[in-house]
């Protein structure tokens, strides 16, 4: 029965990666090709620079957890520069959802100052920060914080959720207080509180121009309403997707082993999910489903950018009818009419 849930597990893993990789490849192509000039629009770089990072964890994270799933060998500082990429990507998504938070708050407060503070040239420099940032915030371990000991082999001292205390899992390699105390706290949960404050601002001071707004303003203010509210909801599911996964490692931390059933038990980034479902008992399957979901997550935003921003929607069926009338593709012509519709609203 394990056997079997182990490939059903591998299975789900492979269709969530290649999820993500086709439906975030299709975003970027939307924003660069289908929409080219909305490319120097802020919030549409912030959501290629979201897409790339939902890319790379289908592309690298999610195959790393199946192999380091007891499929490869590996010496311990290898497991732990492996296991930090998780946490690069991870935070790379959740700098981007800042930046884009804070794009938006911008836009609304600072309307007639917005395109000389928010350049084409600053955008890009704060995707490049955002990046450098996640690096050195995901790698932190590298420089100390983690489970090995002082000539290179897995800790014993620490709370490991591996019976065998020689395999490359998660928590094996990763202190647990650097995942709660820095990694959740710090650079998780600190930056979704200045997001969830910024768009209850944002949906506030919207709030109160519609009910003030003549009828051709108000149509550009429930636009801009829309847009919020798509960008909200891809918040809400990150934080849905991921919270759950860090709760357990506050678990871990503060009532031990115990609190956590040992088919909940991290190896790599993800759990062994059916596997979990089997040896677990008495209601533990929902928290098992909701760790599935935080590799699942990096799939669903492309398809939120497809039923609630109409660029990108409309993006998308160019995309398609051009590989459908030619399979060779050329998605980069694009006529000088439809590089000039992109709508300065957003």
Known sequence: MADWGWITYTVLE???AVACCLGNVLVVCAVAVGIQDCLRKPTFCFLVSLA?????????????????????????????????????????????????AIDRYLRLHMPFRYKVIVTQRRTLLVVSVCWILSCL??????????????????????????????????????????????????????????????????????HKRLLNSCPLARASL???????????????????????????????????PQAVTPGMLYTGRSLLFFYSLYRCRNGCTFKIRGILL?????????????????????????????LALNPIGQLGRVSDKKRKKCINHI
């Open 14 to 16: 492979v269709f969530i």
């Open 52 to 100: 790339v990072a939902d890319f790379l964890v289908g592309a690298v994270a999610v195959p790393l957890a199946v192999l380091l799933d007891g499929w490869v060998s590996l010496t311990s500082h290898q497991c732990l520069f492996l296991s930090c990429v998780v946490l690069v990507l991870t935070e790379a998504s959740v700098l981007s959802l800042l930046a884009i």
């Open 137 to 206: 915030l995901g790698f932190t371990p590298l420089f100390g914080w983690h489970n090995l000991s002082v000539v290179g082999y897995y800790s014993t001292n620490t709370p490991s959720t591996s019976p065998n205390s020689s395999q490359c899992t998660f928590l094996s390699v990763i202190s647990l207080p650097f995942m709660v105390y820095f990694n959740f706290l710090g650079c998780v949960m600190a930056p979704l509180l200045v997001m969830m404050f910024l768009y209850i601002i944002i949906f506030w001071s919207l």
């Open 222 to 256: 429930l636009r801009e309403k829309r847009l919020a509210c798509s960008l909200a909801l891809v918040l809400t599911l990150f934080g849905c997707c991921w919270i759950p996964l860090h709760l357990m490692n506050c678990l871990l931390l503060f009532q031990g």
């Open 294 to 322: 935080s590799h699942a997550n990096s799939a669903v935003n492309p398809v939120i950018y497809a039923c609630r921003i109409p660029k990108i929607q409309k993006a998308y069926s160019q995309i398609w009818k051009r």
